[in-house]
Structures are given as C-alpha cells and as structure tokens.
C-alpha cells in the first residue's frame, strides 16, 4: 500500500512541470538565493563589468615607478 503511494508521488513529480518545479524549490532554490545574495553583497554592490578607478593624489605620483612592461596577447577567436 505504501510502496503504491510512494510510485504515485514519484510519477507526479516526475512528469508535472509546476510540481518539480516546487519540488525544486524545496530543496535547492532557497539556498540558491541565499548564496547568490551573498556573492553579490561580497563584491560591494557592484555590477559585472563596471570599471572602478582609484585616483591617486600628486603626492603619491613622485615615485620611480614610470611605466610598466609591455605584454604580448594573442586573439582568440
């Protein structure tokens, strides 16, 4: 009897899309945006791509550094 329910569930869940779905969410989607959260909060705020430029006063600018190396790349296509 109890085996014949267990199949029942298992069937529903497997072939009805709205019910995997808040099977899934059950089980793994809370947690999934709960560390998206995390990680978006990690990274202060910002968005993927956006440029961030630190000035420099004219005091720190007297150093020797005057440049850097230049590097080769190579374009993948």
């Not at 869940?13 to 709205?18: E, G, K, Q, T, Y």
């Amino acid at each position: 009897m109890l085996l014949k329910y267990l199949f029942i569930i298992t069937l529903i869940i497997l072939f009805v899309p709205p019910v995997r779905r808040f099977v899934f969410y059950l089980l793994v989607g809370r947690q999934l945006i709960k560390q998206q959260k995390q990680q978006t909060a990690g990274r202060g705020g910002r968005r993927e791509g956006d440029i961030r430029v630190d000035n420099r006063s004219p005091k720190e600018s007297s150093s020797r550094y005057k440049g850097g190396d230049y590097v080769d790349y190579e374009e993948v296509k």
